[in-house]
């Protein structure tokens, strides 16, 4: 089925968009999953949702649904779909500013208000008073956005890897810090057959000249540098099991000169970020929404380039050292986020709503090598639900809570409503 809606909510721009729609048989009550990104839909991943909840609840309807600018409605950014990019890979300014241009007028009504307000469009055509609602990534900031928009027409929870109401630090602090404990937990005192603190070499890495590897086997070369260690790193830690002892080796090598391990390393995050269809993962609705709803220290809506340059760096310049450590300033301010959004072309939208209480039942799950969306963001949203629950699953990435045995145990009973502390703490994952 599809849902009807505007495409723009305020009335002032014609059009309407159909978004697919998908919804397992029967009457019993609806739980929807929606996937992240921004840019990612979910209906290609319909059978996989209704597995897992056959399984840990089986009395549940599932529902996936692709938001605006995903699946068949996806904006497609040629320049953009044809690079290896992640959230925080610095995109070509080139490709940045042909793919705003693209959009013109469109770029403004890509942001998750947008997407909350189709969201209850969807209830209605599924026809039920109330949903629980799962989300991955991205996906937490929408179902987070939508309880607090529609409390009435939510029952229940499940946030996997959180994504914070105030949406990611553009300056990823929590990341960036992240990284280093993450590197002392998993090699720190020799454990992966070096003795030196793998986070104090990071930061040694990052102080360098900055350089160029080139890839093994490949033509191509990627330049060594603050934003890059953190992307790869992100890659590594939250997509791909045993990369952190493979980055941990690699930097401890290249602090001291040799790249070639390092270049190997960045040879699979690169291959982690590898291009794919805009239908699968559309990086013009990601940039779209994140210059819309990340809370900079410049206007999108107004400021020029040159002056938002101006403007991150004098907030960033107010920012102790130490948040950003093992990495840097010019690392928080080089990275793709802050990038891609100084180089976006002028955008008047209506900021996001403030952060608030959750006030209904929520479990939060998060991976504990997560860089991507590390612990600490969901944490933080633990402190404002009254009714939250927090799994942590121990040596674990992004996007996991339907991986282990014992995040599919607390997913159970929280379903059930018989959730009680937090069955990964001494469970190893």
């Known amino acids: ?95 940045v500013r042909a793919c705003g241009e693209h959009l013109g007028f469109r770029r403004s009504l890509y942001s998750t208000t947008a997407s909350v307000r189709d969201l209850e469009e969807a209830r209605k055509t599924i026809g039920v008073k109330r949903m629980a609602i799962t989300g991955t990534s991205y996906g937490t900031y929408v179902a987070m956005r939508y309880a607090r ?63 160029k590897v080139r890839l093994p086997g490949r033509s191509v070369r990627l330049r060594v540098d603050g934003p890059a260690l953190v992307d790869w790193a992100t890659s590594l830690f939250s997509f791909k099991e045993g990369g952190v002892p493979d980055f941990a080796r690699a930097v401890h090598r290249a602090a001291r000169g040799d790249y070639r391990k390092l270049a190997r390393v960045a040879a699979e995050a690169w291959q982690v970020a590898k291009p794919s269809p805009a239908s699968e993962m559309s990086w013009g609705l990601h940039a779209a929404t994140v210059c819309s709803d990340f809370d900079f220290p410049f206007s999108v809506g107004s400021d020029a380039p040159g002056l938002r340059e101006h403007l991150a760096r004098r907030y960033s310049s107010a920012i102790p050292a130490r948040a950003f450590w093992p990495f840097n300033r010019a690392t928080a301010l080089g990275n793709g986020v802050i990038r891609t959004c100084v180089d976006w072309p002028k955008t008047k939208v209506a900021p996001p709503p403030k952060p608030g209480r959750l006030t209904h039942p929520t479990l939060f799950i998060a991976g504990q090598y997560d860089l991507s969306t590390p612990a600490s963001y969901a944490r933080r949203e633990l402190r404002r639900a009254p009714k939250g629950k927090l799994v942590v699953i121990p040596r674990a990435g992004h996007g996991v809570a339907f991986d282990t045995k014992c995040s599919l145990r607390a997913i159970k009973r929280f379903m059930a409503g018989k959730l009680k502390g937090d069955p990964c703490r001494r469970s190893g994952g």
Not at 150 to 168: A, F, G, M, T
Not at 191 to 211: E, I, Q
């Open 1 to 95: 089925m599809k849902v009807k809606v505007p495409l723009d909510w305020s009335g002032e721009m014609p059009g309407e968009l159909e978004l697919p729609l998908m919804v397992t048989e029967g009457s019993g009550p609806v739980v929807l999953d929606l996937s992240g990104g921004p840019g990612q839909p979910s209906t290609p991943w319909a059978e996989f949702s209704r597995i897992k909840f056959g399984r840990l609840a089986p009395e549940h309807r599932v529902a996936v649904i692709d938001q605006r600018g995903t699946g068949e409605t996806a904006i497609d950014c040629g320049a953009l779909q044809r690079l290896h990019i992640t959230d925080f890979t610095v995109r070509p300014r080139s490709a």
């Open 149 to 211: 928009a529609y409390p009435n027409r939510v029952s229940r929870l499940i946030l996997d890897s959180v994504v914070p109401q105030e949406d990611v630090d553009p300056f990823l602090r929590a990341t960036l810090r992240r990284a280093g404990m993450v590197l002392r937990r998993e090699c720190g005192k020799g454990r992966c057959g070096f003795r030196t603190d793998p986070a104090r070499d990071l930061a040694r890495l990052v102080r360098k000249k900055p350089r």
